[in-house]
């Protein structure tokens, strides 16, 4: 393992459709420890050790479970992925090289297999920007992995954008990526806030990343168990799901 690698943690959001007043959803229980328990020990168990979680919505609840595990970066004004990103920068390591970055309200379903596989890929293919692609059946309100006829990312297209045939498409992206911290500095200060929401998101990055002709892998994860977490349902379904992930 590159002893040069960090890793990102996104945990500020409100989590709105959680209706939770004073607990932020990454630190409610999945399987019986707190969601982002299960992120950090995953990181932990890969022997990366700059880890820097973004708090902000119910912060304390968030640093209540980690302590002294990990370092925390607020984001006090939740302006997207993009500018969370941002701030963890500034608390990483400055011998960090490259920074895994995950959410904190879907990464407990990753295994330790599938997240070596990511960062041997980043390394191997020496590439800039590195992210985990899975297929679902039903891909409803994820973004779509568009390629060109060679198999390349073109482009990842959000479902409010997407037209009918691009909704088609199961391949999609849950938000798992390896950045080299070069190209983050370089490149973050051009994603455009969004004219919808006002928030800068990370996914940008993907489309500046090709514009600028610079290197971008994936790893295609294929149907691997994935769920987000973002209601009470779906915590409920986290649940049922979590049993069968491989550890």
């Not at 960090?96 to 995950?102: F, G, K, R, S």
């Not at 950045?179 to 983050?184: A, E, G, M, S, Y």
């Not at 490149?187 to 971008?216: A, C, F, M, R």
Request: some cysteine; aromatic content about 6%.
């Amino acid at each position: 393992m590159n002893k040069n690698l960090g890793a990102i943690i996104l945990a500020a959001g409100k989590g709105t459709r959680m209706k939770s007043k004073g607990v932020n959803k990454v630190a409610m229980y999945l399987a019986s420890k707190p969601m982002i328990l299960h992120t950090v020990e995953l990181l932990e168990s890969l022997n990366i050790k700059d880890i820097v979680v973004v708090v902000g919505f119910a912060k304390e609840s968030v640093i209540n479970v980690l302590e002294k595990r990990a370092q925390f970066a607020e984001q006090k004004k939740r302006l997207g992925t993009a500018h969370a990103v941002k701030i963890a920068l500034q608390k990483l390591n400055n011998k960090t090289n490259d920074a895994l970055v995950l959410n904190g309200d879907d990464s407990a379903f990753y295994s330790k297999d599938i997240i070596n596989k990511l960062i041997k890929k980043h390394f191997d293919d020496n590439s800039f920007f590195t992210f985990l692609t899975i297929e679902k059946d039903n891909p409803y309100g994820l973004g779509r992995v568009v390629r060109n006829k060679n198999g390349r990312v073109k482009a990842v297209i959000e479902e409010k954008d997407a037209t009918s045939r691009e909704r088609s498409i199961n391949e999609v992206n849950p938000g798992c990526y390896v950045f080299k911290v070069d190209f983050l500095k370089k490149y973050l200060p051009l994603v455009q806030k969004s004219p919808i929401t006002g928030e800068y998101y990370l996914t940008s990055l993907i489309g500046i990343g090709i514009k600028h002709n610079e290197k971008i892998e994936t790893l295609k994860g294929g149907k691997l168990i994935w769920k987000g977490v973002n209601t009470k349902d779906e915590l409920l379904e986290a649940q049922e799901l979590i049993t069968s992930v491989p550890r």
